[in-house]
């Protein structure tokens, strides 16, 4: 699922435009319709249509920005977790200031998928205007992330252009992929709210992973502790929120009042926040005049906006157009992860600086200015740790052997097999041939390593299988290990190894428990209902009557079940021999100790001779011994049968 944000100057027609698109208008407060202005952030939602045969149509929320320089740190708060711009011009006044800003700050944000529409043009009759303003649009556009996306001609009062917007939209998104699931969810809340009835609800976007109704939840940078109540998508109850969508948590535990614009929601102990941070910075060509060291400014980052103090690494000040480095402390704790996006702004006069990526969330200590190392050092984050790199090739696979995402990470293996064993460590990629706990033993090439969302999604879906067979089919041992390797069929593509692998890990660990060809979770054990335990008396004591011509299986069937008749089997108090006869485990052994007694008195038995020594029928004892032959202990010979070995 994905999210479009609106872009573009003041009164170009962006609201308006969104309620053509989706027949919801974003504006929600009251002085927003009666100024006719956004003021905050609106959402709105729609399906777009297939962008071509080949790919499917999709649901996108929209998040409606406002265009009025007075609010554009609210413009701010939205635009970080969108997927793809739809950026807004109005035909009858071309480019203005904040479309220059506007444009600066989704080039700054790298969002990278976008549609221009060139709105009103249903006020002009002058084809040639609309060229002349569509050509100086190209010129501004150019060099910028918007600058191959195709420029459509609407009105948003005759609807001309609106489905031509749609579907180059819709085509904008399918050529990007989508948020990757790495299992840390966070969501940057741009919304919270009471409903009567329901408590503390937050919106925003959801990142990185995904959410379930029940869940645990952390509050940050407050390390508040609630739980998910419920889950909303678009207005529609959803039990899993997925990455990308615009979400909606009713928390439980926490009032309205602990919770802004700004926090983070989490899963306890996925994230630590931080005051200070390292980053790439480039500062805006059109800026009035050069950044210098110890500047204070305004951090935007997701949806939360503090108070920093930059100090330049490298460089006594960066001029308009330059790129360089800062190392930012902030005024409050935040929660970010490399690779996050910022905004810099002047508090006073406001005014947009520039921005760029960061490289480090959690520097230890303020820099030397000047290092070269530190430099250096910060270089090598930019272009990619060999921790992110061996994580996102095994995030990829899913699983793979050391010798494979080694040479798929394309790095060298000094730093490969170091880097393997701090997240190993670290607890991001699970090494299937060695113990629970890491150990300084280096990597052995064939050893099979899982991420860690897919070891944790395996785990979890063992468990729920093997909890729904025992609900089942309370009477048996375990699921079968074939079936259960066939319903994780899926989930076991990456290695062909990885069932096996995975069995003895979660065995080493206590989380199954494997009898046999049946695996079970450990506390289960066969346990008969008090009827049931009345009708096993019953049953048995029909073979202590006859304990060499017991009922039959199917007369044990008929009286107790099938599913008591094979739980007293697996039990052991009952031996099946083929194909209908049981016997108490007791007079099986005991029988048996009766026949090796005969043998060391005769060479050879007849069936007649065993019959009448048991007194029973020759039914019985034929398909017993029968049974003892397929099991070694007897061989026949002619109607005799004797000791084998």
Not at 419 to 430: F, K, P, V
Request: with cysteine; hydrophobic share 40%.
């Amino acid at each position: 699922m994905r999210v479009i944000g609106t872009a573009g100057h003041v009164d170009h027609g962006k609201s308006t435009l969104v309620q053509a698109l989706t027949g919801i208008h974003p504006d929600r407060l009251k002085e927003e319709r009666e100024r006719e202005m956004t003021i905050d952030l609106g959402f709105a939602w729609l399906s777009l249509p297939p962008a071509d045969d080949d790919s499917p149509g999709e649901e996108v929320g929209i998040i409606d920005v406002p265009g009025h320089r007075d609010f554009i740190e609210n413009m701010l708060a939205g635009v970080g977790g969108i997927d793809a711009a739809l950026f807004v011009v109005a035909a009858d006044e071309g480019v203005m200031p904040q479309t220059r800003e506007h444009l600066a700050i989704l080039d700054i944000l790298q969002i990278q998928g976008g549609v221009v529409a060139l709105t009103k043009v249903d006020l002009l009759y002058d084809p040639e205007w609309l060229d002349l303003v569509e050509n100086d649009l190209r010129t501004v556009l150019s060099g910028t992330v918007l600058e191959n996306s195709p420029i459509l001609r609407v009105s948003s009062n005759t609807m001309q252009g609106i489905p031509e917007l749609k579907k180059a939209l819709s085509a904008s998104l399918f050529t990007h992929p989508l948020r990757p699931d790495l299992n840390r969810p966070r969501l940057p809340v741009d919304r919270a709210f009471s409903m009567p009835g329901f408590g503390t609800v937050v919106t925003g976007t959801l990142v990185d992973g995904s959410f379930q109704a029940g869940d645990e939840i952390e509050v940050l940078p407050q390390a508040l502790r609630g739980r998910i109540r419920g889950l909303q998508t678009h207005k529609q109850k959803e039990q899993i929120a997925v990455p990308g969508s615009r979400t909606a948590i009713n928390i439980s535990g926490l009032s309205l009042e602990q919770i802004a614009r700004g926090d983070v929601v989490a899963h306890p102990g996925d994230y630590r926040t931080t005051q200070r941070l390292d980053a790439v910075f480039r500062l805006l060509p059109a800026s009035s005049q050069p950044l210098h060291h110890n500047t204070e400014v305004k951090l935007f980052i997701n949806t939360s906006e503090v108070l920093a103090r930059l100090r330049l690494l490298g460089a006594e000040e960066i001029l308009p157009g330059q790129q360089g480095w800062l190392q930012l402390e902030m005024s409050e704790p935040i929660v970010c992860v490399r690779g996050d996006r910022y905004i810099l702004r002047r508090p006073s006069p406001g005014e947009t600086l520039g921005g760029g990526k960061i490289v480090d969330p959690h520097p230890k200590r303020r820099h030397k200015r000047f290092s070269s190392e530190v430099l250096k050092r910060l270089e090598d984050l930019l272009q990619g740790t060999p921790e992110d790199v061996l994580l996102q090739a095994l995030n990829v696979s899913g699983a793979a052997s050391v010798k494979d995402l080694v040479a798929r990470s394309n790095l060298p293996s000094q730093s490969a097999f170091p880097a393997l064993q701090t997240l190993a460590e670290n607890g991001l990629l699970i090494n299937l041939d060695r113990a629970a706990e890491p150990d300084l033993q280096e990597f052995q090439p064939d050893e099979l390593l899982v991420s860690k969302h897919l070891w944790e999604q395996l785990s979890s879906q063992v468990t729920q299988e093997l909890s729904a067979y025992h609900i089942r089919y309370p009477l048996r041992t375990g699921l079968p290990r074939e079936e259960l390797k066939s319903r994780l069929k899926e989930m076991l593509r990456p290695s062909p190894r990885l069932f096996n692998a995975a069995m003895r890990r979660l065995e080493g660990e206590g989380l199954v428990r494997e009898s046999g060809p049946a695996v079970s979770l450990p506390g289960h054990t066969l346990r008969f209902t008090p009827a049931q335990e009345a009708q096993v008396d019953r049953l048995l004591r029909r073979f202590t009557d006859a304990p060499y011509a017991p009922p039959t299986l199917k007369e044990c069937q008929l009286e107790v079940g099938e599913e008591v008749v094979s739980a007293l089997v697996e039990q052991g108090r009952l031996v099946a021999v083929p194909p209908d006869l049981l016997f108490r485990q007791e007079d099986y052994d005991q029988m048996l100790t009766e026949l090796r007694g005969l043998f060391s008195q005769h060479k050879e038995l007849t069936v007649a001779q065993v019959r009448d020594h048991f007194n029973t029928s020759r039914r019985y004892i034929l398909t017993w011994l029968e049974y003892l032959d397929s099991q070694g202990i007897t061989v026949r010979s002619g109607d005799a049968r004797r000791l084998k070995g």
